[in-house]
């Protein structure tokens, strides 16, 4: 008896187990649009406040962009086209720009949008009391002001050609409920009212934060009702919620994109999996105030060392781009030109003998000082391969290499502001305008300040500044590539690799495009719906 | 050592530590690949009859990797421990022998370092040094020792009322003296019992640390560093979490087995 119960017990844990799986429905039907239903992600970190200019990192501007809008966007092909800006007008000498707002446009506490809202914001981000790091770029307005409810006009000095981005990336607050306020420290932070797609309707810290969809959303109400966003500081526990399904969907590594999704037929026929150019690149940099980073034939035998190719096989499972120019792959401001350095360590060997070392043991030296140096990099296991892998090839020529991994604050103030490093691994974003003004111009080397490893070259200056104050599309392009070959031919980094973003979405989100568009899966996610007939589940949210 | 051998969990211990200990002195002979040889033709194997225990991400031997971490397990326990023991030795025998003013101040010192949980100490001292297996050791050897002070004076004040220590002061024999011939090999048994129980919290403290980052650099090997790896693909490569996973509670294990055999028996003898 006990053992029939026994044996019961188990057919009835594997076999009722079974039965409850997700494999019965045919997640792959076709469905009408419909609204409602919830979609459901996860963030690694929390929010700390939903003023995106004061908080800064990346958790809270990925929510505050859901709920508040700015003047301008970028439509899917990465041109400007108006959000609350109905159009706009940049004057002849491209000292002046006017938009004109939308009219009848409401916040979701239902006050009208008008031009006092954007004036207050830029008078809220260029203040000096406001803590906020992207104050510099809007002080460069030189005046301000409102000709009526609906037309904004900003004047320049000179002309600033990232102007109409930066009009892209400010969100724009309701005057009405901050103008008495520390925006510095206020409620609103926690309890915002927005113009776009959602609105906030429930926070839970440390577990999640749901988003509600706006009625008075300026470009209409989106179809998925209930946006929630968990957070699970994990990565590995993120992909076993959207294995279990409890979340529909997250950016995978290549190693899930690769080795995990086809061996697992069971995964394929719940979530779809999309690949597509990221947004931002991988490179090997020195500390060119140190030596012998100072010496170009070194930085150029260390570029000929490294197989940047293994580097994308064996770290993103061929799941990347080479770059030559710190531009997205494909975009118009890609410089498809310049000639790829390949690796060839018989190349590399010339040049250091060329600078004066020669082999001692395995390890090449100058004046009794061998050739040694410390690679550092932060706790992401993606660039300590990418080191490993690079200290191979270095060793194998006779370049001795050591690593260190450190925690990501105590990399930035300890090495990276103090300059006591002398090389690195690590990432810069590919931005939608081609300057890199902050990144590679000599006056911008101060503690904070983002051309740490110092790189000083007197064209590149010129043509950064020139680039700035150029809006006419071709020259500007002429200008940038003049720029990206110099900055090839001088190697302060070494490129190393763009990786695809790669996300899997749960296949019940219908509306997903199958061929991403320049701008992101991402770009059309209003137009996303749940069917009905796939919202089980939902209630245990 | 005939009653660790009757002592079937002692010994089961013994023999697991002997067994490790062997396996990381000839690492470099049973390893059949270099344990930092990358293949990325071979990202990830499972393990098959070329990688007993599968390959890792950059397709490093696994095994050959388990191989040399033992040998790092295995340096940093029975240094830090040495260190730890030395001090404690040094400290317990002045404030046991002495008394008086050394001893509260001594003691009040170990109250101290025991009021702050050692592994966030440790974590704080790593943070601020260069991470290598020899600060590793130093720093787990610096903020283990209080223990070992602890069993050293107590054994200390209950021998030096023994009839034998008056014998050797009244032949005028001096402090250091009594304190090494008499007092310390008397009171050795504890302070065996805890070095083999310290090299088990060594053992997992390294691993604590690589697993966390702070600890032996890539590419060198280590159990807690290989860990960590596998972290990131537990679902899918089990072999990288399971392997280094299961050789650190056995090693553990085995020494606090042995720890407690030890203990036992030289409870029995007083």
């Known amino acids: ?541 | 050592m005939k009653k660790i051998i009757k002592n079937p969990l002692a010994l089961a211990g013994l023999i697991i530590i002997l067994l490790i200990a062997i396996l990381a002195l000839f690492a470099s002979y049973l390893s059949p690949y270099d344990p930092n040889y990358i293949d990325i033709q071979s990202i990830l194997v499972s393990p098959n009859k070329q990688h007993i225990m599968g390959t890792d991400a950059l397709g490093r031997d696994v095994f050959s990797r388990m191989l040399h971490g033992a040998q790092i397990s295995l340096l940093v326990g029975i240094v830090a421990v040495g260190i730890s023991t030395l001090i404690g030795i040094v400290l317990g025998s002045i404030a046991g022998f002495y008394r008086g003013i050394t001893d509260t101040l001594i003691m009040r010192l170990v109250d101290v370092m025991l009021s702050i949980p050692s592994f966030f100490l440790i974590l704080a001292v790593i943070a601020f040094l260069t991470p290598s297996i020899w600060n590793i050791m130093i720093v787990i050897g610096l903020t283990s020792w209080m223990g070992v002070t602890r069993l050293v004076r107590a054994e200390f004040l209950s021998l030096k009322e023994r009839d034998f220590i008056l014998a050797a002061e009244t032949i005028g024999a001096s402090d250091l003296r009594i304190i090494l011939t008499h007092l310390l090999p008397n009171s050795l048994g504890p302070i065996i019992v805890s070095t083999v129980l310290g090299v088990a919290s060594a053992v997992l403290i390294e691993s604590g640390l690589s697993f966390l980052g702070l600890g032996v650099q890539a590419p060198t090997a280590s159990w807690g560093n290989i860990l960590t790896d596998g972290k990131e693909y537990i679902q899918f490569a089990w072999w990288l979490s399971l392997f280094p996973g299961l050789a650190i509670l056995i090693t553990v294990l085995g020494y606090n087995l042995l720890g407690e055999g030890l203990r036992d028996n030289f409870d029995q003898n007083t």
């Not at chain 1, 930066?166 to 607050?173: D, G």
């Not at chain 1, 950016?251 to 999996?273: A, C, D, G, M, W």
């Not at chain 1, 060793?395 to 006591?420: L, P």
């Open chain 1, 1 to 541: 008896m006990r053992l029939i119960l026994t044996s019961l017990f188990f057919i009835c844990l594997f076999g009722c187990n079974k039965s409850q799986t997700e494999d019965v429905i045919n997640f792959d039907e076709e469905a009408s649009q419909e609204s409602g239903g919830t979609l459901t992600n996860a963030m690694i970190g929390e929010p700390n406040n939903l003023i995106a200019m004061i908080a800064g990192d990346g958790a809270s501007s990925a929510i505050a962009g859901q709920i508040f809008n700015s003047l301008l966007k970028y439509d899917e092909n990465l041109e400007f086209e108006g959000d609350l800006a109905k159009s706009w007008e940049v004057s002849e000498d491209y000292k002046t720009i006017k938009f004109n707002l939308k009219t009848q446009k409401k916040w979701s506490d239902d006050q009208p949008i008008t031009c006092k809202d954007v004036l207050f914001t830029w008078k809220a981000v260029t203040h000096p009391d406001t803590r906020t790091p992207y104050g510099s770029d809007y002080q460069l307005v030189s005046s301000a002001e409102c000709i009526n409810d609906y037309q904004f006009i900003a004047k320049y000095n000179e002309p600033y050609a990232p102007a109409l981005e930066t009009w892209a990336s400010l969100h724009i607050l309701p005057e009405h409920l901050l103008k008495d306020e520390d925006i510095n420290n206020t409620f609103f932070s926690l309890n915002p009212v927005g113009s776009n797609y959602f609105a906030l309707d429930s926070w839970v810290t440390g577990q999640q934060l749901k988003l509600k969809a706006n009625p008075n959303a300026i470009h209409g109400k989106p179809l998925i009702e209930n946006k929630v966003s968990r957070i699970i500081p994990d990565l590995s526990s993120q992909f076993m919620e959207l294995i279990a399904g409890n979340i529909d969907l997250m950016s995978i590594n290549p190693i899930q994109y690769s080795r995990v999704f086809p061996n697992r037929s069971e995964l394929n026929n719940k979530i779809n999996l999309y690949k597509e150019m990221g947004n931002g690149y991988t490179y090997f940099g020195f500390n060119l105030n140190k030596k012998p980073f100072d010496d170009i034939n070194i930085r150029k035998a260390i570029s000929y060392a490294i197989d940047r190719q293994e580097i994308i096989d064996g770290v993103l499972l061929g799941l990347g781009e080479e770059i030559t120019s710190p531009y997205k792959p494909g975009t118009y401001w890609e410089n498809k030109n310049i000639k790829k350095l390949s690796f060839n360590p018989q190349k590399a060997k010339e040049l250091l003998e060329k600078s004066g070392y020669h082999l001692n043991n395995n390890i090449y030296e100058k004046d009794g000082i061998p050739l040694s140096f410390e690679i550092l990099t932060n706790q992401n296991k993606q660039r300590e391969m990418t080191a490993v892998l690079i200290q191979r090839r270095l060793q194998d020529i006779g370049i001795d290499v050591s690593i260190r991994v450190i925690e990501w604050a105590s990399f930035v103030n300890r090495f990276i502001k103090t300059g006591e490093f002398q090389a690195v691994v690590l990432g810069w974003s590919l931005s939608l305008d081609p300057d890199q003004y902050s990144i590679w111009h000599s006056s911008q080397q101060g503690p904070g300040q983002f051309n740490f490893i110092g790189y000083s070259n007197k064209t590149v200056d010129d043509l950064l500044e020139k680039g700035r104050r150029e809006l006419n599309k071709e020259k500007r392009k002429a200008i940038y590539d003049e720029f990206s070959s110099i900055l090839y031919e001088d190697q302060p980094i070494v490129y190393l690799y763009a990786g695809y973003g790669l996300s899997a979405i749960h296949k019940k989100i219908k509306g997903v495009k199958k061929l991403s568009p320049p701008a992101g899966i991402y770009h059309n996610d209003y137009e996303w719906f749940v069917p009905t007939k796939f919202r089980r589940n939902e209630m245990s949210l």
